[in-house]
């Protein structure tokens, strides 16, 4: 596992729950002992163990930049959002400009991070993650420009490319970290990642204010607090650049590597996730549990702002209560989608992803109704569990949706969940038919409607979550992810990783498989 | 399940703190007496299509009480003047929207003057502050009581929010100087980016010659 190049490789790694969250392999991998590295690592210098407070190089020096890079990134994407009162009146924004430029910074990455992956695969992980953050700082520096609406939106849309960190995050923490604890891995580096969505709203106000008391007045205040962003982006883009690696080993690695031709066809791999309608129903899912997280980042400062007639700096720390739950929110939805799994197999999965997301959207929808601030809080607060659990959940499931084309489907759900971002900001937040109230509002029906479908993912080795197994043959498991490969390529013996997947899969058939069949899974 | 009932109980106790502190009589600007006030204002610059600059133009306001004055004008302390928007300037942005329920009226957020009541004429000169934005305003003078509640008001404009009314362009926020420091940043973090690559690859070059 790991290889760096079959089209969708650069993908790996992302959800990577191949087994269930565990801190660290059992030993049936043989471990290599070498007193070269800090932590104990597998026969490809991948680490074995997650230990969360070192920055012992390489690897979880890696994790701590990865994540803290990408965490920049969701800071400077959303930092307009807690400045809005200022910048508004500034610019003399109307509720549509704000709105077009909310969906404006979530939009760019739904390209980038396609991109990322291409970029990872040709310069590594690290120029990767260094590239976009560093040609981003420009985009972030340049609002001490921005003078009316189209100039805001823009900047809002180019700073918004950067996001597709998350891919490159990712992308390096399947070559440090052995693919049985990948899960947790990416899972707690998605999650603190998402928090900078939480920190940026605590941040940029308290900044703002700095340079207020001063002597600044409010209109360049705002522009210079900018500044503080863009400065992160290039001190991030210089550490990774000095202290990061691309592999255990070293950098050189990666060149020895070029050259070597795509094992698997891109245009197939694209067939069988386009193809699987579980990609879109997750497509949609996660439109609205990552896509709700992220349109309420942008709105939910200035609502508190302007509906409770709260202070900036105050508004700030209540939406930074949101995007800061990410901390254990998300590893929590992941880590009680294994439980339920353990028990009910795959269908304890789907049902726990579906009352999670449902739950999310039903305290949005009290959100939208609450008239004070104290329910407001509240409601918001659980709204963001339910909302960053469900991310955590979906991604949990995504794995076993196929393992040929796991990539693009990881990519196409990530972009799915901007989409639904943008889609929600433009129909519910930018025109003047909806208070913001009444958007959550109907922002948390949607939510409730759009988790329906999860009830129609059906496996024909694990059932859905109202109908039992259509297949339940010894080897349904292996059928479902062998059959993605033609005879001929069985033959060639391209299957073979899939059917070791499949082996490790058959514990999502639940606590009877466990009690019959003891495999290696924690 | 401790912890449980006690968060459940500081919920209930927080709810009830709201909800006590809300049950105040709800104040509404058409109970306030209208027209107490006279007001009027001269703007620094005037004439048709004149846009005064935030920062620099000033404006001359003076108010005093009407002829028609008001039935609780023994209840005037303080006289609260403030910029309001004009109806065009709220238009698509429901944060200045105007709200019968005082509280949560958004239409005057701007404080220009408060001076305690006086029969006589009373005027002053303002400069437009650096924070007004861009828009269309009038002036509005609340007369309030000893516990700070509005009873009556007057304003520069007729009741529609038609007449009277002046145009204000904001200070744009921009200075040259974070222009240039905004482009030095910008250039570092390129260059710095391509010179460590090509710096990089150099190095790696010469050791694969090695």
């Known amino acids: ?522 | 399940m401790a912890i449980q009932k006690i968060l459940f109980a500081s919920l209930l106790i927080c709810s009830l703190i709201q909800s006590i502190h809300g049950a105040e009589k709800v104040r509404l600007f058409k109970e306030l007496d209208k027209g107490a006030l006279d007001v009027t204002t001269k703007p620094s610059r005037e004439g048709p299509g004149v846009v005064l600059d935030a920062g620099k133009d000033t404006l001359n306001i003076t108010w005093t009480l009407s002829s028609i004055g008001s039935k609780r004008e023994a209840e005037f302390k303080i006289i609260k003047v403030k910029l309001c928007y004009a109806p065009p300037s709220q238009v698509d942005r429901p944060w200045r929207k105007t709200h019968d329920e005082l509280f949560k009226d958004k239409t005057c957020p701007h404080k220009i003057i408060a001076k305690p009541y006086d029969k006589t004429l009373q005027s002053t000169t303002w400069t437009l502050e650096r924070d007004i934005p861009t828009g269309t305003y009038f002036v509005r003078a609340y007369a309030v009581d000893a516990i700070g509640h509005e009873v009556a008001y007057g304003q520069s404009t007729d009741d529609a929010k038609k007449t009277n009314l002046f145009s204000v362009q904001a200070i744009s926020g921009r200075h040259a100087s974070l222009d240039i420091a905004s482009i030095c940043f910008s250039v570092f973090s390129v260059v710095a980016l391509v010179v460590f690559f090509v710096n990089e690859k150099r190095k790696a070059k010469i050791e694969q010659s090695k």
């Not at chain 1, 709105?99 to 992980?125: E, H, K, T, W």
């Not at chain 1, 900036?312 to 930074?320: D, K, Q, R, V």
């Open chain 1, 1 to 522: 596992m790991g290889s760096t190049d079959e089209p969708g490789s650069s993908m790996h790694g992302v959800t990577g729950r191949e087994q269930s969250y565990a801190f660290s392999v059992d030993g049936s991998e043989p471990t290599n002992t070498k007193k070269k590295y800090n932590l104990p690592v597998d026969a490809e210098d991948k680490a074995t163990v997650f230990k969360l407070f070192s920055f012992a190089k390489p690897h979880m020096r890696t994790f701590h930049l990865s994540w803290i890079s990408f965490s920049t990134c969701f800071v400077s994407t959303f930092a307009a959002a807690p400045l809005i009162p200022i910048i508004r009146e500034n610019l003399n924004l109307t509720k549509h400009d704000i709105g077009n430029a909310g969906v404006a910074s979530v939009s760019g990455s739904i390209f980038s991070r396609l991109v990322m992956g291409a970029v990872c695969d040709l310069l590594g992980p690290r120029y990767g993650c260094a590239f976009l953050v560093m040609l981003s700082a420009p985009t972030v520096f340049s609002m001490s420009f921005v003078s009316d609406a189209a100039g805001f939106i823009t900047v809002r849309f180019m700073i918004g490319f950067c996001l597709a960190t998350f891919v490159s995050c990712q992308y390096w923490m399947s070559t440090m970290f052995n693919s049985q604890i990948i899960g947790l891995v990416n899972g707690t580096a998605a999650g603190w990642g998402n928090m900078g969505g939480g920190i940026t709203q605590l941040l940029m106000p308290i900044v703002y204010e700095i340079i207020r008391r001063c002597g600044s007045t409010a209109f360049t205040a705002w522009r210079i607090a900018f500044f503080v962003p863009g400065w992160l982006h290039i001190i991030m883009g210089i550490l990774v650049l000095t202290l990061g690696q691309d592999l255990p080993g070293g950098n050189r690695a990666a060149m020895e590597k070029a050259g070597e031709v795509a094992k698997d066809k891109f245009g197939k791999i694209l067939w069988y996730a386009v193809t699987n309608y579980r990609t879109w129903i997750f497509v949609l899912l996660y439109g609205y549990s990552m896509g709700v997280e992220l349109s309420t980042d942008n709105v939910i400062a200035e609502y508190f702002f302007d509906r409770f007639h709260l202070k900036l700096h105050t508004a700030g720390i209540i939406a930074a209560c949101f995007g800061m739950a990410n901390f254990f929110a998300r590893p929590a939805g992941g880590w009680a989608s294994d439980i339920a799994a353990k028990r009910f197999g795959m269908r304890g999965r789907l049902w726990t992803l579906w009352i999670i997301q449902t739950s999310g959207g039903l305290f949005c929808v009290w959100l939208g109704r609450a008239n004070t601030l104290v329910t407001a809080v509240v409601s918001m607060v659980l709204f963001s569990l339910g909302a960053q659990a469900a991310c955590g959940a979906t991604f949990a499931i995504v794995p076993f949706v196929s393992r040929r084309a796991l990539g693009i489907i990881s990519g196409l759900t990530g972009a799915g969940g901007n989409f639904g971002s943008g889609l929600t900001q433009l129909v519910f937040f930018s025109t003047s038919r909806f208070t913001t109230e009444e958007g959550l509002t109907w922002m948390g029906v949607m939510i409730v409607a759009c988790t329906l479908p999860v009830t129609l993912i059906h496996f024909p080795q694990w059932g859905s979550m109202f109908f039992p197994p259509s297949n339940d043959s010894v080897d349904a498991t292996e059928h479902y992810y062998v059959g993605e490969y033609s005879k001929e390529e069985q033959q060639i013996g391209m299957h073979l990783k899939s059917k070791l997947f499949a082996d490790g899969a058959k514990t999502e058939g639940g606590s009877s498989v466990h009690k019959g069949n003891a495999t290696n899974n924690a």
